[in-house]
């Protein structure tokens, strides 16, 4: 096999898991500002917590959104740097800081609102065109994986704990 041929075998699936996430990812990004929204994509997750959930521990917002502390932190940034979040010291432990939408935050993650309907109407419509709905065929890989890592899955007689 060519190093190139790689690209074209079930092998190169994360990569083009990872090409559709980039795609999926600056399209939407495109239909925020097209709807009138100043967030990022890759933000709407923590907005859309932050909202429902209100304030938010660091740590409890990367645990919930299964993101590592540097990505949660990274995608945090850029809401603390677009004035759309702030971080409060807790009183009692002051090791503990707290994150919140602003007014601005919460402008933002109302419009997020009325935008998320439209979005899950794109992704049905997308999942018809293509035949499958692939929003449960993640669910369900991920769920496999969790079972049955990709390591046990390359060593066939290895068992899963």
């Known amino acids: 096999m060519s190093k190139t041929q790689f690209l074209d075998t079930d092998a190169a699936f994360a990569l083009r898991v990872r090409q559709l996430q980039d795609r999926l990812s600056d ?11 100043k967030l990022n994509a890759k933000t709407t997750g923590m907005v859309q917590l932050l ?13 919930r959104l299964q993101y590592s502390h540097q990505l949660a932190s990274q995608r945090l940034s850029w809401l603390l740097a677009n004035n759309m ?6 009183t009692t432990d002051r090791r503990q800081q707290s994150v919140k939408l602003t007014k601005a935050g919460m402008t933002e993650a109302k419009k ?3 935008f998320l309907p439209k979005l899950r109407d794109a992704y049905k419509g997308l999942f018809l065109e293509i035949g499958i709905d692939l929003d449960a065929s993640i669910r369900m890989a991920d769920q496999a994986l969790e079972k049955k890592s990709l ?7 290895k068992k899963s704990s």
């Open 51 to 63: 909202y429902s959930e209100g304030p938010c521990s660091k740590a409890y917002i990367a645990h």
């Open 112 to 114: 997020l609102q009325r």
């Open 85 to 90: 979040a702030v971080t409060e010291v807790n």
């Open 27 to 37: 399209q939407m990004s495109d239909a925020l500002i097209e709807s009138g929204l």
């Open 151 to 157: 390591s046990e899955r390359l060593s066939p007689g």
